[in-house]
C-alpha cells in the first residue's frame, strides 16, 4: 500500500518531516559561516506564542516553533529568525546571515511549499 500523503502537505502547512529537514539545512549553513548552531524543537512550551529561544547552561539555545496551522513559508522564517537570535547577530551581520540562511533553505524547502 503506498504510503499516504498529508493534506497539510498539500496545502502548503509545516510538518514535522519538513521541520527536520529545514533544521538540518539551517545548521549546516550556520555551521558553514562559523555560527552556532541552535537546537530546534516544536511545539513552543508557552502557550500561545509561535516562537521562542531558550537559552541553554553549555551557552547554546533552543528554538521552539509551532507547526500546527501555520503556512510553512512563517515555520521557515521563525527558524531563521531564530537561528539570528541565538547567535545575538544584529546589524549588517544579521542581515548577512539571513540572506545566507534563505539562500540555503529557498531551493530544497520552498520548493515543495
Do not use: K
Not at 498529508?6 to 559561516?33: H, I, K, M, N, Y
Amino acid at each position: 500500500m503506498p504510503p499516504t500523503v498529508r493534506p497539510e502537505s498539500d496545502r502548503g502547512e509545516a510538518s514535522s518531516l519538513r521541520f527536520a529537514s529545514a533544521a538540518r539545512t539551517l545548521g549546516q549553513v550556520a555551521r558553514a559561516r562559523g555560527l552556532a548552531v541552535p537546537g530546534f524543537r516544536s511545539p513552543p512550551r508557552i502557550a500561545g506564542v509561535e516562537r521562542t529561544v531558550r537559552r541553554r547552561a553549555d551557552g547554546g539555545a533552543t528554538i521552539a516553533v509551532r507547526l500546527r496551522g501555520r503556512p510553512w513559508v512563517a515555520v521557515l522564517g521563525d527558524m531563521v529568525e531564530g537561528v539570528v537570535v541565538a547567535n545575538g547577530l544584529t546589524g549588517t551581520a544579521a542581515h548577512q546571515a539571513r540572506n545566507a540562511l534563505w539562500t540555503g533553505v529557498e531551493p530544497h524547502e520552498l520548493r515543495a511549499a
